[in-house]
């Protein structure tokens, strides 16, 4: 499976088409909430088009916003997945210049600005993970602690104490999960408990 990025922050990116002004602003966003709070926030009203998409794992939308149907949203969306990127939405707003640029000009305009707007943005790589629950004793908790800290790609989500020991529910990469579960087990000569998801 390729492997999709994220971006790292905010940008736009203008150009001129034809006396036409588009701007285009992308950015990270964290689901279907934070997109249309994205899309509100960097659409202007006073424009004459505001077309915008976004993608956010297998969820995805794309508005044309009264240009011709497939000339704006979906050639914006194209150039968000022909850059592998996921967690992301762009909008790209026109100001009309007077010129019709007709269905093949608007898609290279709208596309073409989101495409150099995205590959202006610095990646990051979106790295599959694994949520799994860590329970320890009391005499082997502290060690598990330091080690999983040292760990800079694993995340503890949150820690709960029991009479017994803790609790530690933790975030591991797909490809370091049967590494970090020996660790764990070899740590603690297998007195650890690590809950997998099915």
Partial sequence: MATLFTLQDVRTCQQEVRK???LAAAGPVS????????IAQHSDPRANHNCWAW???QQYRFNDDGEPGGTAGKPIL???DGQ???GVA??????????LLGSGGLIRAYGGTAASCLRAVPKVPLIATVEATITAG????ALVQARLAALPAVQVLSQDYMATGGRLVVTIPDAEVDAVCRMMTDLTSGRAVISLPA
Wanted: net charge positive; glycine share 12%.
């Fill in 20 to 22: 036409s002004r588009f």
């Fill in 31 to 38: 689901g279907e909430a934070a997109a249309k709070a994205f």
């Fill in 55 to 57: 993608r956010v794992g």
């Fill in 78 to 80: 194209q150039a968000i």
């Fill in 84 to 86: 592998s990127l996921d």
């Fill in 90 to 99: 762009v909008v790209v707003t026109r100001w009309f210049g007077g010129i």
């Fill in 138 to 141: 009391f005499a082997d908790l």
